[in-house]
């Protein structure tokens, strides 16, 4: 049987092919070279062609294949709705085209289709019944892509736009003339000159120039028009009133070929040029001295040699100052093949573009270094001016790579040989697991993939039961772990335990990592254990009950004596125990931690088995010294040891060594999945609320574990080690527990580095303000800004908030960073937002927001610090607002209440930020003095979909009391849509406009 070809066509010399895959009727008895001409145009013809009949595929060429993202034979067959993104795309193209196509004219439209991957895009379409008369016998269609014509349309209008605004608001004065008489003057021409709008018109141009030398030689200068140059010339030019002053005037001709069309001239007023040419060498000289102090390195190159560089690059290469100048560049590559393959780049330099790469290069004492270069022609298709090339030396970037490339696949040595199961889920679907879960659950390999995770539990109802509390525990960034009866896939239970974790908690579609650990047998112990703690129980008692008969009458005889025995043992014992152990938890202290940890690695060393040291941290416990005070803290620290006694064995070991920090020690583990378990329980149990003076606080750990021998073979190296490990679990989230590697030792030297070059940063300053406008949903207008954070690095440039406001956080310097940026976004706004460069229709001014950190907010002298900072800028209160987190909020209400109270004393204005994330409190919102809402991004994020209801019903909320609403994070116009279907106020994202620097700011207000 023969196969069909690309054409969906029967091969040539086949058996006749159905009539749905025939070529159109005209062709039939047509020769053989006229059927492959037919099929020669098909597959070669750039646009798309298709047959359909009965709303079938019958035929299409590799193009509109292509273009849809299918191949021709697989598109071969299908409905036609598969091309369209809706079904009422569908039948509304159906209810246009059928009318046309039956009366046997052609179809022309452009509509909206779908490729394979979902993907839209704009296409112009082209239908005609291949006969009018019988349309059933089919129709063709010709498809054009025409997203990027549309888009060149809509650049050629917006460029004609521009071209109008240009003349409407350029800062030179432009004028028409014909027969040396002003036909037409832009506004600025006239008020440049001193008339009115339209009072130059039809006057004769002699009237603009100081005498009659001025205006001969422009005279002379139309002969030069007339052959297609440009006159320019400086000349004192008069205005109505009779003044002078210097001026720039450049002609040119409409069409040297017809004088007749008349010139366009220019008058730029240089008066302030020549005053400024002073100021302009200075500027260039500063500019030179920018070039030199660059972190990176900048050469300016001519026929591929150097003619000036500034000092970075002599440094990258090891060269002394000036050695560089005039020398060829073969210098910088160690061989004849590198050199031409970098000369290749003449050619993009000299169309313009930007060329971007890596390349290994040479030092002067022949070392080499991994340099990125970035060139460009100074001005394109002239490759004489020269060009300019940056270079950065990547060499450090390089070996972080190498880095990352190992781990990953580390990262996968660890899934393979993990004796738990893993799983990554994403949508309740399997989307991929280790070989131990498939052992585990008795599947083949691959078998479980894109299964519904359904599949691994006892029953649908004990599925459903569960889920929605595992998917909220991960969506609040916590850990999910409890023990579940599972089924394998032979139907046999076993117990088996869970922990989950979110790999993004705003972000739940990116899916979660789940461990799966059989501990079937664990159960069988424990309840084996239970039913024998029964019995022993029973007889103890009876035992017990016999012997305190038996003793009745030897304790009354013995009482005096044991009583004078206990007093001075007891003054001993408490002696010895504030000795070696903490006077709040009663907890062993680091004295006697060293002691047993010494002893446990001595027993372990000997009986060859492991020795856990697992380093318990609170998560924010400062918060709650700072709200509540100090008594209520130590309570918390009681609670938490009680705690952690309670989940471990009786030779295991639980000290207090300072602060909220806590070292465990298990001796002889079997394996480190045991001190894995043992942390997951202690989470657990820490997680659980707490009732302190009558609140009620939720608080988390964080836990870093390392094992003997592996991570160290003596105390202080485990313990130090165990430390490490739990910084890494607190960056990585909090709220969980890592293992000690390597590679935490390098990220703690890390993040003492970054912490004392932020600490430098706040003395040096290097931090910078940055502000991001927020837009009315309804009209698009500017309505303010968000004052933002940034730090501005002597040699990793720009840094990004998320990088080190945690570690200002955890080490206080935020309150200083906080401070600084509340007075300098001041102090811009009343510079250019409040009355320097914001638009003339916005009254009074641009309002400026600052965010406030948790520990900013909790600060008594909150109030006092916003009202020294407004009297010092000079700022209006009311063009201040000050954003405050829930979590901030409802760490302590009453406090809350209080602050929040006096800065609406003050005048300034308060928004909740983040609102729809975290608690969400809107029983109280009434309560709150605060005047805004700003939706958190992840709720924004979902304003398309499942968020839409949410948000929908948080701002009618806000409405009724008379609140405004922000949604922060707008990145498409379907969220924008959706939001401003919702009622939302006001609009902030990089949809709107991107955070910029203050400079850019100014500048885009005084634009506007």
Same mark, same amino acid.
């Given at each position: 049987?023969?196969?069909?070809?690309?054409?969906?066509?029967?091969?040539?010399?086949?058996?006749?092919?159905?009539?749905?895959?025939?070529?159109?009727?005209?062709?039939?008895?047509?020769?053989?070279?006229?059927?492959?001409?037919?099929?020669?145009?098909?597959?070669?013809?750039?646009?798309?062609?298709?047959?359909?009949?009965?709303?079938?595929?019958?035929?299409?060429?590799?193009?509109?294949?292509?273009?849809?993202?299918?191949?021709?034979?697989?598109?071969?067959?299908?409905?036609?709705?598969?091309?369209?993104?809706?079904?009422?795309?569908?039948?509304?193209?159906?209810?246009?085209?059928?009318?046309?196509?039956?009366?046997?004219?052609?179809?022309?439209?452009?509509?909206?289709?779908?490729?394979?991957?979902?993907?839209?895009?704009?296409?112009?379409?082209?239908?005609?019944?291949?006969?009018?008369?019988?349309?059933?016998?089919?129709?063709?269609?010709?498809?054009?892509?025409?997203?990027?014509?549309?888009?060149?349309?809509?650049?050629?209008?917006?460029?004609?736009?521009?071209?109008?605004?240009?003349?409407?608001?350029?800062?030179?004065?432009?004028?028409?003339?014909?027969?040396?008489?002003?036909?037409?003057?832009?506004?600025?021409?006239?008020?440049?000159?001193?008339?009115?709008?339209?009072?130059?018109?039809?006057?004769?141009?002699?009237?603009?120039?100081?005498?009659?030398?001025?205006?001969?030689?422009?005279?002379?200068?139309?002969?030069?028009?007339?052959?297609?140059?440009?006159?320019?010339?400086?000349?004192?030019?008069?205005?109505?009133?009779?003044?002078?002053?210097?001026?720039?005037?450049?002609?040119?001709?409409?069409?040297?070929?017809?004088?007749?069309?008349?010139?366009?001239? =220019?008058?730029?007023?240089?008066?302030?040029?020549?005053?400024?040419?002073?100021?302009?060498?200075?500027?260039?000289?500063?500019?030179?001295?920018?070039?030199?102090?660059?972190?990176?390195?900048?050469?300016?190159?001519?026929?591929?040699?150097?003619?000036?560089?500034?000092?970075?690059?002599?440094?990258?290469?090891?060269?002394?100052?000036?050695?560089?100048?005039?020398?060829?560049?073969?210098?910088?590559?160690?061989?004849?093949?590198?050199?031409?393959?970098?000369?290749?780049?003449?050619?993009?330099?000299?169309?313009?573009?930007?060329?971007?790469?890596?390349?290994?290069?040479?030092?002067?004492?022949?070392?080499?270094?991994?340099?990125?270069?970035?060139?460009?022609?100074?001005?394109?298709?002239?490759?004489?001016?020269?060009?300019?090339? =940056?270079?950065?030396?990547?060499?450090?970037?390089?070996?972080?790579?190498?880095?990352?490339?190992?781990?990953?696949?580390?990262?996968?040595?660890?899934?393979?040989?993990?004796?738990?199961?893993?799983?990554?889920?994403?949508?309740?679907?399997?989307?991929?697991?280790?070989?131990?879960?498939?052992?585990?659950?008795?599947?083949?390999?691959?078998?479980?993939?894109?299964?519904?995770?359904?599949?691994?539990?006892?029953?649908?109802?004990?599925?459903?039961?569960?889920?929605?509390?595992?998917?909220?525990?991960?969506?609040?960034?916590?850990?999910?772990?409890?023990?579940?009866?599972?089924?394998?896939?032979?139907?046999?239970?076993?117990?088996?335990?869970?922990?989950?974790?979110?790999?993004?908690?705003?972000?739940?579609?990116?899916?979660?990592?789940?461990?799966?650990?059989?501990?079937?047998?664990?159960?069988?112990?424990?309840?084996?254990?239970?039913?024998?703690?029964?019995?022993?129980?029973?007889?103890?008692?009876?035992?017990?009950?016999?012997?305190?008969?038996?003793?009745?009458?030897?304790?009354?005889?013995?009482?005096?004596?044991?009583?004078?025995?206990?007093?001075?043992?007891?003054?001993?014992?408490?002696?010895?125990?504030?000795?070696?152990?903490?006077?709040?938890?009663?907890?062993?202290?680091?004295?006697?931690?060293?002691?047993?940890?010494?002893?446990?690695?001595?027993?372990?060393?000997?009986?060859?088995?492991?020795?856990?040291?697992?380093?318990?941290?609170?998560?924010?416990?400062?918060?709650?010294?700072?709200?509540?005070?100090?008594?209520?803290?130590?309570?918390?620290?009681?609670?938490?040891?009680?705690?952690?006694?309670?989940?471990?064995?009786?030779?295991?070991?639980?000290?207090?060594?300072?602060?909220?920090?806590?070292?465990?020690?298990?001796?002889?583990?079997?394996?480190?999945?045991?001190?894995?378990?043992?942390?997951?329980?202690?989470?657990?149990?820490?997680?659980?609320?707490?009732?302190?003076?009558?609140?009620?606080?939720?608080?988390?750990?964080?836990?870093?574990?390392?094992?003997?021998?592996?991570?160290?073979?003596?105390?202080?190296?485990?313990?130090?080690?165990?430390?490490?490990?739990?910084?890494?679990?607190?960056?990585?989230?909090?709220?969980?527990?890592?293992?000690?590697?390597?590679?935490?030792?390098?990220?703690?030297?890390?993040?003492?580095?970054?912490?004392?070059?932020?600490?430098?940063?706040?003395?040096?300053?290097?931090?910078?303000?940055?502000?991001?406008?927020?837009?009315?949903?309804?009209?698009?207008?500017?309505?303010?800004?968000?004052?933002?954070?940034?730090?501005?690095?002597?040699?990793?440039?720009?840094?990004?908030?998320?990088?080190?406001?945690?570690?200002?956080?955890?080490?206080?310097?935020?309150?200083?960073?906080?401070?600084?940026?509340?007075?300098?976004?001041?102090?811009?706004?009343?510079?250019?937002?409040?009355?320097?460069?914001?638009?003339?229709?916005?009254?009074?001014?641009?309002?400026?927001?600052?965010?406030?950190?948790?520990?900013?907010?909790?600060?008594?002298?909150?109030?006092?610090?916003?009202?020294?900072?407004?009297?010092?800028?000079?700022?209006?209160?009311?063009?201040?607002?000050?954003?405050?987190?829930?979590?901030?909020?409802?760490?302590?209400?009453?406090?809350?209440?209080?602050?929040?109270?006096?800065?609406?004393?003050?005048?300034?204005?308060?928004?909740?930020?983040?609102?729809?994330?975290?608690?969400?409190?809107?029983?109280?919102?009434?309560?709150?003095?605060?005047?805004?809402?700003?939706?958190?991004?992840?709720?924004?994020?979902?304003?398309?979909?499942?968020?839409?209801?949410?948000?929908?019903?948080?701002?009618?909320?806000?409405?009724?009391?008379?609140?405004?609403?922000?949604?922060?994070?707008?990145?498409?116009?379907?969220?924008?849509?959706?939001?401003?279907?919702?009622?939302?106020?006001?609009?902030?994202?990089?949809?709107?406009?991107?955070?910029?620097?203050?400079?850019?700011?100014?500048?885009?207000?005084?634009?506007?």
């Amino acid at each position: 049987m023969s196969k069909p070809n690309a054409l969906g066509e029967q091969e040539i010399g086949a058996a006749p092919a159905p009539a749905a895959a025939s070529p159109p009727a005209e062709y039939a008895g047509r020769p053989r070279d006229t059927q492959l001409e037919y099929k020669a145009i098909l597959a070669n013809a750039s646009i798309g062609i298709a047959f359909t009949r009965d709303r079938k595929f019958t035929l299409c060429n590799p193009k509109f294949a292509e273009m849809f993202g299918w191949r021709a034979e697989e598109l071969i067959g299908q409905p036609g709705d598969v091309v369209y993104p809706s079904r009422e795309s569908y039948e509304a193209m159906g209810a246009i085209a059928i009318p046309v196509l039956t009366s046997g004219r052609q179809l022309d439209v452009e509509w909206e289709v779908r490729r394979r991957d979902d993907s839209t895009f704009l296409a112009r379409m082209i239908a005609k019944a291949v006969n009018s008369t019988e349309t059933q016998q089919g129709t063709v269609w010709i498809v054009e892509d025409i997203t990027q014509r549309k888009r060149q349309a809509d650049d050629v209008a917006r460029l004609l736009r521009e071209q109008e605004a240009i003349l409407n608001t350029a800062s030179v004065g432009i004028c028409f003339v014909r027969d040396r008489r002003v036909v037409r003057a832009t506004r600025r021409f006239e008020q440049m000159h001193g008339y009115g709008p339209g009072e130059l018109d039809g006057q004769p141009t002699a009237t603009t120039y100081a005498d009659e030398a001025a205006y001969r030689a422009v005279g002379e200068g139309y002969g030069r028009l007339r052959s297609g140059e440009t006159y320019s010339a400086e000349m004192l030019t008069r205005r109505k009133d009779g003044s002078t002053y210097w001026s720039r005037v450049t002609g040119r001709a409409v069409d040297p070929a017809d004088p007749g069309l008349g010139s366009v001239w =220019m008058d730029e007023d240089i008066t302030e040029r020549k005053r400024a040419e002073e100021d302009l060498q200075r500027v260039l000289a500063e500019q030179q001295v920018i070039v030199n102090n660059a972190v990176i390195g900048i050469a300016f190159l001519r026929e591929r040699t150097v003619v000036r560089c500034n000092r970075r690059f002599e440094e990258l290469f090891g060269f002394d100052r000036g050695e560089a100048n005039g020398m060829p560049t073969r210098r910088y590559y160690f061989t004849d093949e590198d050199y031409a393959a970098s000369g290749r780049t003449v050619a993009q330099l000299d169309a313009g573009a930007t060329p971007d790469f890596e390349q290994w290069l040479r030092r002067k004492d022949g070392s080499g270094f991994w340099c990125r270069r970035t060139g460009r022609a100074i001005e394109p298709g002239n490759l004489a001016r020269g060009y300019v090339w =940056m270079f950065e030396d990547i060499t450090a970037r390089k070996s972080a790579d190498d880095e990352i490339r190992r781990l990953a696949e580390e990262q996968r040595l660890i899934l393979d040989n993990a004796t738990v199961g893993i799983a990554f889920a994403r949508n309740r679907l399997l989307h991929r697991c280790n070989s131990r879960l498939e052992q585990m659950f008795g599947y083949a390999k691959g078998e479980l993939l894109g299964k519904q995770s359904e599949i691994l539990f006892a029953s649908g109802a004990a599925y459903e039961s569960n889920v929605n509390r595992v998917y909220a525990t991960l969506a609040a960034g916590e850990t999910f772990a409890e023990e579940h009866r599972l089924k394998r896939k032979d139907g046999s239970e076993f117990w088996c335990k869970l922990v989950a974790k979110a790999i993004d908690p705003a972000r739940p579609e990116e899916g979660a990592i789940t461990i799966f650990d059989d501990v079937s047998a664990e159960h069988a112990v424990r309840e084996s254990l239970e039913a024998s703690r029964d019995a022993a129980e029973a007889s103890r008692e009876r035992l017990e009950r016999a012997v305190a008969e038996r003793t009745t009458e030897l304790q009354a005889a013995n009482e005096r004596l044991q009583a004078e025995i206990a007093d001075r043992r007891q003054a001993e014992s408490r002696a010895q125990h504030l000795a070696d152990h903490d006077p709040l938890t009663g907890l062993p202290n680091r004295r006697l931690l060293e002691d047993r940890l010494t002893q446990a690695l001595a027993a372990s060393q000997r009986n060859s088995k492991q020795t856990a040291v697992m380093f318990v941290d609170l998560d924010r416990f400062k918060a709650i010294n700072d709200s509540l005070g100090h008594a209520a803290g130590d309570l918390v620290l009681k609670e938490v040891a009680q705690r952690l006694e309670r989940q471990l064995r009786e030779v295991d070991t639980i000290c207090r060594i300072g602060g909220d920090e806590f070292v465990v020690v298990l001796p002889e583990v079997k394996r480190a999945s045991d001190a894995a378990n043992v942390a997951a329980k202690i989470l657990e149990a820490v997680a659980q609320p707490c009732r302190v003076e009558e609140r009620e606080l939720n608080f988390t750990a964080s836990i870093g574990i390392s094992v003997f021998p592996d991570d160290g073979r003596d105390a202080e190296s485990l313990i130090r080690n165990a430390d490490a490990a739990m910084y890494h679990a607190k960056e990585t989230g909090r709220a969980g527990y890592q293992f000690f590697t390597e590679q935490m030792n390098l990220a703690a030297s890390r993040r003492l580095a970054l912490e004392a070059d932020l600490r430098k940063a706040v003395l040096n300053a290097e931090l910078r303000v940055w502000v991001q406008p927020v837009h009315e949903a309804a009209s698009g207008r500017v309505a303010g800004h968000e004052a933002l954070l940034r730090w501005q690095h002597p040699a990793r440039g720009l840094v990004e908030p998320a990088e080190f406001l945690a570690l200002a956080e955890d080490t206080g310097l935020i309150q200083r960073m906080g401070e600084w940026l509340l007075a300098e976004a001041c102090r811009w706004t009343v510079a250019f937002g409040a009355g320097g460069a914001a638009p003339a229709s916005v009254e009074g001014g641009l309002p400026v927001s600052v965010n406030l950190s948790a520990r900013q907010f909790h600060d008594p002298k909150l109030a006092e610090t916003v009202a020294r900072v407004l009297k010092e800028t000079g700022l209006a209160p009311k063009l201040l607002e000050l954003e405050v987190s829930e979590g901030a909020i409802m760490q302590n209400v009453d406090a809350a209440l209080a602050a929040l109270r006096r800065l609406r004393e003050l005048g300034v204005a308060v928004a909740i930020d983040g609102f729809g994330a975290a608690y969400s409190s809107l029983v109280g919102l009434h309560e709150l003095p605060v005047g805004k809402l700003k939706l958190d991004r992840a709720l924004v994020a979902e304003a398309g979909g499942r968020g839409r209801a949410i948000i929908a019903g948080i701002v009618g909320l806000a409405h009724a009391l008379e609140l405004k609403v922000t949604a922060v994070g707008v990145e498409s116009e379907a969220q924008r849509d959706a939001l401003k279907a919702c009622g939302c106020d006001y609009l902030q994202g990089f949809l709107t406009g991107r955070p910029v620097d203050t400079d850019t700011a100014a500048n885009n207000l005084a634009g506007a």
